[in-house]
């Protein structure tokens, strides 16, 4: 009997956020946009080289829909700038800014002394479903996964964090 390779298969969503957050994919501040344009150093802008950013005050969202689904990356910055990588699984990138509002609430989920016991290593949080839309959250307490799996828990403050930014920007909570 030939044994099933579904744990490689499962963690193959997860591994790809990983690399492409790592790697980097598209170059943040550095288009003709008057708005993105500015005196800041790569270190404050979100998403500088492309790669998912993780210091304090910015986080990134990574999602893909199965194994093969396009990724979408979405960087947020302190100041509420965001840029959003294939949102809509057309190659696109957009940026904008939060409101003042949404922007001082993600800051305070970000600053949640809860946040870290729910990262993916305190969870021993492990990818279970194969096909199902898979959130991956880059926050300075750690990697927060969670995927839309039936019965799956979300952890409460990262979920929060997850509709913020859905809900104001191109990101989809949905695959």
């Known amino acids: 009997m030939i044994a099933q390779p579904w744990p490689r298969l499962v963690s193959l969503p997860v591994t790809a956020l990983l690399v492409v957050a790592l790697s980097g994919c598209a170059s943040f501040g550095q288009r003709a946009?008057?708005?993105?344009?500015s005196n800041r150093s790569a270190t404050d802008q979100p998403g500088a080289g492309g790669a998912a950013t993780s210091g304090e005050g910015?986080?990134?969202?990574?999602?893909?829909?199965?194994?093969?689904?396009?990724?979408r990356t979405l960087n947020v910055a302190p100041d509420g700038?965001?840029?959003c990588i294939n949102c809509a699984g057309d190659g696109v990138t957009s940026t904008g800014?939060?409101?003042?509002?949404?922007?001082?609430?993600?800051q305070r989920?970000?600053?949640?002394?809860?946040?870290?016991e729910k990262t993916d290593e305190a969870r021993g949080y492990r990818v279970t479903c194969v096909g199902?839309?898979?959130?991956?959250?880059?926050?300075s307490a750690g990697l927060?996964?969670?995927?839309?799996?039936?019965?799956?828990?979300?952890?409460?403050?990262?979920?929060?964090?997850?509709?913020?930014?859905?809900q104001n920007t191109p990101a989809k909570m949905v695959g």
């Not at 946009?33 to 344009?37: G, H, K, R």
């Not at 839309?148 to 979920?159: F, I, L, N, S, T």
């Open 33 to 37: 946009d008057p708005e993105m344009s």
């Open 58 to 71: 910015r986080v990134s969202l990574l999602q893909n829909h199965g194994s093969d689904g396009p990724l």
């Open 81 to 83: 700038r965001w840029e």
């Open 97 to 106: 800014t939060l409101s003042e509002e949404h922007r001082e609430r993600l």
């Open 109 to 116: 989920l970000l600053t949640d002394p809860g946040l870290a």
């Open 132 to 139: 199902a839309l898979t959130s991956s959250l880059f926050t």
């Open 144 to 166: 927060i996964t969670s995927q839309d799996c039936p019965g799956e828990e979300r952890p409460e403050v990262a979920e929060e964090i997850l509709l913020l930014l859905t």
